[in-house]
């Protein structure tokens, strides 16, 4: 098992172009979140899943979209990229069936916004 | 609103000396309780995680973590640091009812040779 793969792994762009990062996960989790990791302030959620045409926003959602079409995927959207958005975006997945389960991460998307 | 402290930003030992993480929390339930450990440019990995029943939970690498309800705390410990748990220390909380995790800021252990 792959586990969460995210790409790419390193990304650059310039103010105001667009980008989605992928995420997939093969262990069939209903549960997909998106974070991003910043100095400081720990992971902050921005969208999240709880299966397939279901998505909700998390702590901070602007600038963002996501969609999930199939379990297995959730890309996370930049529409229009911001110097503040230059962070390390991570993906993670777990079973339903209890807040307990714990999150499966992956190596996440390290994205500098010029 | 559910939140977690990290109170300790960088922490640096010796290797071979204990070691002891703090978290404390604020959530009017019993939350469920999870350490991470993030290596340089990884991911976050599980290290341990309380749900219910024994309030002292071992975990993988040595760790274990007691969950003090008295203390709204859950503080990781480990008797003898080695050099490679160099780390970023993530202490996280699940809230009943929805799919949310709450995570700390993050607590960056150093360890000297």
């Known amino acids: 098992n792959a586990g969460v793969t995210q790409t790419p792994k390193f990304q650059v762009l310039k103010t105001g172009q667009s980008m989605t990062l992928q995420c997939a996960q093969d262990?069939?989790?209903?549960?997909m979140s998106w974070y991003r990791q910043d100095p400081g302030m720990g992971l902050r959620l921005i969208h999240y899943s709880v299966g397939a045409g279901i998505t909700d926003q998390g702590e901070v959602p602007n600038g963002y979209n996501v969609s999930r079409s199939t379990t297995e995927d959730f890309p996370l959207r930049l529409l229009s990229a911001a110097p503040s958005q230059t962070s390390v975006y991570f993906c993670?997945?777990?079973?339903?069936?209890?807040?307990?389960?714990?999150?499966?991460f992956g190596d996440g998307t390290r994205l500098s916004i010029l | 609103a559910q939140s977690v402290t990290q109170p300790d930003i960088h922490i640096t030992v010796s290797e071979g000396a204990s070691l002891e993480l703090r978290c404390n929390y604020s959530y009017g339930a019993t939350p469920y309780l999870f350490w991470y450990v993030q290596s340089p440019g990884q991911g976050l990995q599980l290290l341990l995680k309380?749900?219910?029943?024994?309030?002292l939970v071992q975990g993988i690498k040595g760790f274990e973590a007691e969950f003090k309800r008295s203390q709204s705390s859950f503080n990781l410990r480990k008797p003898s640091v080695h050099w490679s748990d160099a780390a970023e220390y993530f202490c996280?909380?699940?809230?009943?009812?929805?799919?949310?995790?709450?995570f700390g800021t993050g607590t960056r252990l150093k360890v000297l040779a």
């Open positions: 309380y749900l219910s029943g024994d309030t």
């Open positions: 262990m069939n989790h209903e549960y």
């Open positions: 993670a997945s777990r079973q339903t069936g209890g807040e307990g389960q714990p999150q499966h």
């Open positions: 996280a909380v699940s809230t009943s009812g929805t799919y949310k995790y709450i």
